[in-house]
């Protein structure tokens, strides 16, 4: 099947077209980018939104499809669920030619939503600025984009949330002022990213009060400063960490067995095992895959599937 014959297909009956089909959109050069669009603006919103979410999903499943030239395409779309589903695909794009359309939605009259997973996009470029991957300026350019949010005090919550947690690898200072402060806050959603953003500033000396967060009350702080220590990557949080493998609620668990792969070493290594001899179901799948990814950091070119 061409690309025309695949978008007359998406015209006529979208609910007619099998998935497979779609191979036909990934990795558009600029000419057929150019032959999508006529055939994108022609469509209905309803189909439109089905394309969108349709693509994301297919590129989170496979890393042969690459559709991100029609999720740039769409940054500038005027309906929301294919512009947040747009961003969404976008997740694995690393590109400095879409930080100036993602702060242009960030900082618009879109929805909170939308603006929100704006700012979730722009949160992996810091990482690569400071590894040198990036232009400074583009560096520049997202941290005042993400600290004129955290400034304006009428901004909305969610995207305060997620601006605060994008913005926290550059550990300024003043980042970290406004970390303390919403950790000291009276808002629970505002303390369990700030628990997450401390993670994420990549300060150690941090590590205590998100060991002491690991007992917390509330299963999304657990959860949160589970992730944080797998953040910071210091070996120090393991022995803590394992008690979450008991914990009432499975997604803490679950947090508790990635942050043990991502942190590693022979005490992690040993718990994971035992996780996959003892452990349920669920969580002896979980605990098998962190083991694979730490036997491959270990040693790439001897690494088995065979746990």
Not at 39 to 45: D, K, Q, Y
């Amino acid at each position: 099947m061409s690309l025309e014959s695949f978008l007359e297909a998406l015209a006529e009956d979208s609910n007619e077209v099998d998935l497979g089909d779609f191979f036909e959109a990934s990795g558009l050069l600029p000419e057929e980018l150019v032959i999508f669009a006529r055939a994108w603006f022609g469509f209905t919103v309803e189909n439109q939104r089905w394309i969108i979410a349709t693509m994301a999903e297919l590129a989170e499943d496979s890393s042969e499809l690459d559709f991100s030239a029609v999720f740039r395409m769409c940054l500038k779309d005027k309906d929301e669920e294919v512009l947040e589903k747009a961003i969404e695909g976008l997740w694995e794009d690393e590109d400095r030619a879409i930080i100036p359309g993602l702060i242009q939605v960030l900082h618009s009259d879109k929805s909170p939503q939308v603006r929100a997973a704006a700012a979730v996009a722009l949160g992996k470029f810091p990482a690569l600025v400071q590894e040198g991957k990036l232009l400074a300026k583009d560096g520049d350019s997202i941290l005042e984009s993400l600290m004129d949010i955290l400034k304006d005090s009428g901004q909305p919550l969610e995207v305060v949330r997620r601006s605060m947690e994008a913005v926290a690898p550059f550990n300024t200072p003043e980042i970290r002022k406004f970390v303390t402060r919403a950790y000291k806050g009276d808002d629970p959603l505002l303390k369990s990213s700030s628990i997450y953003a401390m993670g994420r500033t990549g300060e150690v000396s941090l590590l205590p009060v998100i060991i002491k967060e690991l007992k917390n009350a509330e299963p999304s702080i657990r959860y949160e400063s589970a992730h944080a220590c797998a953040e910071l990557g210091d070996e120090d949080a393991v022995p803590h960490l394992i008690a979450l493998l008991d914990d009432d609620d499975n997604q803490v668990q679950l947090a508790g067995i990635s942050a043990l792969g991502k942190i590693g070493g022979p005490l992690a290594k040993k718990v994971l095992v035992n996780c996959v001899k003892d452990g349920d179901a669920v969580l002896e799948d979980a605990a098998r895959s962190e083991l694979e990814n730490i036997e491959f950091l270990e040693d790439p070119m001897a690494f088995s599937s065979e746990v």
